[in-house]
């Protein structure tokens, strides 16, 4: 249970951010109390506020929310730098040829615990306190979560978890997949603990409008939100159109289910239509700038849909984990893409990285640091090579900082990292695990 052991602190350090739609504050701080973010104000204020309490020195150092990956896949650290013999040509090629049979049906528990272990470990270590995966692995089940669970509970990082499920195997399989996410669900929320649940499934080229809806029904009777991919490339959108005479958010939309239930990964091949569904459904939405380009999928008119005030987290899709360099990406892509240097300013990318994950993932007390927020967050190191100022911190946190850079991260009032190190926690153990599965799964190719 989160708050067992009464914990209060005044954490003070060079600047607070409290949430990236307000401005940076020098010298101020705040308490927190069995895991909760009781107040912020200036350093000296709260010590006089509260002289009983302890205080932790963040002097050098930014206090900031933690980082939300919206959007992972952890067993995806397996296949980096796996050999191939000749590289896909496009995206069904990527899945078809490449994805699907050799690291997917290849998964097993074992892998898939070891990947958690580290992947977890590497972002915790980078700032990140909350994040979403959804695993893909249709031989795994059942228990394949439950694998996850284990593994996550030692490292006390909030996540939530789901299983793609995908009839790309059978029927049956597609079924499988939704009850082994229904019976998590249940099993976390009886836990109580920083992991749960939330309901999945592939895309519209591998369920049928019958796993789809229902889908959809077990998350309304669970209260949670269902997630898919969305036209991550331009095969989804031409296959929906040649297969149901719509494009991938129409037929969405015709089977009622484009709503604020949904979170739609991706969504890089969208058009005005589908965007405008999207808008108007209240659909959620996760951008990974840096994976859609390397399967070649395209950039995601992500400016154009924050203007139409779509939720929008950011993800990693299990590629690159840094959440600086995916705050980077998202930064510059679209200033390239609309030849325009003014949108995706850097509060606006730190905000996504931030408590717009947390939003898009359905959660409500996370991403910010203000009263009643859980306190997740972490420390940066402040020492630039050029003057911080109130005008310019988020572009310099943006554009000259890295995972290397985080110094400490707190998790429901805990500390997880201290001095860059996870207290009690064997990470060559977990890094020389998690190489010795990818080699277990490089042997099946």
């Known amino acids: 249970m989160e708050g067992a052991r009464r914990l209060v602190t005044l954490l003070i350090g060079d600047w607070l951010i409290t949430s990236a739609d307000q401005p940076p504050q020098t010298g101020w701080g705040v308490r927190v109390v069995d895991g909760l973010i009781t107040d912020a104000g200036p350093g000296t204020v709260l010590k006089n506020r509260y002289p009983a309490d302890d205080v932790t020195d963040a002097s050098g150092r930014i206090i900031a929310p933690g980082f939300v990956d919206a959007h992972?896949?952890?067993?995806?650290?397996?296949?980096?730098?796996?050999p191939l013999a000749s590289a896909p040509v496009g995206f069904w090629s990527f899945l078809d040829d490449f994805w699907w049979p050799?690291?997917?049906?290849?998964?097993?528990?074992?892998?898939?615990?070891?990947?958690?272990?580290?992947?977890?470990?590497?972002?915790?270590?980078?700032?990140?306190?909350?994040?979403?995966?959804?695993?893909?692995?249709?031989?795994?089940?059942?228990?394949?979560?439950?694998?996850?669970?284990?593994?996550?509970d030692k490292l006390g990082i909030r996540a939530i978890l789901s299983f793609e499920a995908t009839e790309r195997v059978s029927s049956a399989n597609g079924r499988l997949g939704l009850e082994e996410n229904a019976r998590f669900i249940e099993a976390c929320r009886r836990d109580d603990g920083l992991v749960r649940g939330m309901m999945c499934f592939h895309t519209?080229?591998?369920c049928s409008s019958g796993l789809i809806r229902r889908a959809f029904e077990m998350a309304a009777d669970l209260d949670v939100l269902c997630h898919a991919h969305v036209n991550e490339g331009t095969h989804e959108p031409d296959w929906c159109l040649a297969n149901k005479g719509k494009r991938t958010l129409e037929y969405y939309d015709e089977l009622g289910v484009a709503g604020p239930r949904m979170l739609a990964s991706q969504c890089v091949q969208l058009s005005e239509d589908e965007r405008r569904i999207i808008a108007e459904r209240g659909v959620r939405c996760v951008h990974m700038p840096l994976s859609n380009g390397e399967v070649g999928g395209g950039i995601a008119p992500v400016p154009e849909q924050l203007a139409a005030g779509v939720t929008m987290g950011l993800g990693s899709d299990g590629y690159i984990t840094d959440p600086f360099e995916v705050m980077r990406g998202a930064f510059l892509l679209h200033k390239a893409r609309l030849q325009d240097p003014q949108v995706m300013p850097?509060?606006?990318?730190?905000?996504?990285?931030?408590?717009?994950?947390?939003r898009a993932l359905g959660l409500n007390d996370v991403g910010r640091l203000a009263p009643g927020q859980k306190a997740d967050l972490q420390l940066i190191d402040a020492r630039f090579s050029t003057p911080a100022r109130r005008h310019n911190l988020f572009d310099q946190l943006v554009l000259w900082?890295?995972?290397?850079?985080?110094?400490?991260?707190m998790v429901a009032g805990h500390w997880r990292v201290r001095n860059r190190e996870l207290p009690g926690v064997d990470t060559e153990r977990?890094?020389?695990?998690?190489?010795?599965?990818?080699?277990?799964?490089?042997a099946k190719i």
């Open 72 to 82: 992972t896949h952890l067993y995806g650290m397996l296949a980096h730098g796996i």
């Open 102 to 152: 050799l690291v997917e049906d290849a998964l097993d528990h074992e892998m898939i615990m070891a990947a958690t272990e580290w992947v977890a470990a590497e972002l915790l270590a980078s700032g990140v306190t909350t994040f979403y995966d959804v695993l893909e692995g249709p031989f795994s089940l059942p228990d394949a979560l439950f694998a996850q669970k284990d593994a996550l």
């Open 204 to 206: 519209t080229f591998t």
């Open 346 to 358: 850097a509060h606006q990318v730190f905000g996504l990285a931030t408590e717009g994950g947390a």
């Open 401 to 409: 900082r890295n995972r290397h850079h985080v110094t400490d991260v």
């Open 430 to 442: 977990l890094r020389a695990r998690a190489a010795e599965q990818a080699e277990r799964l490089w």
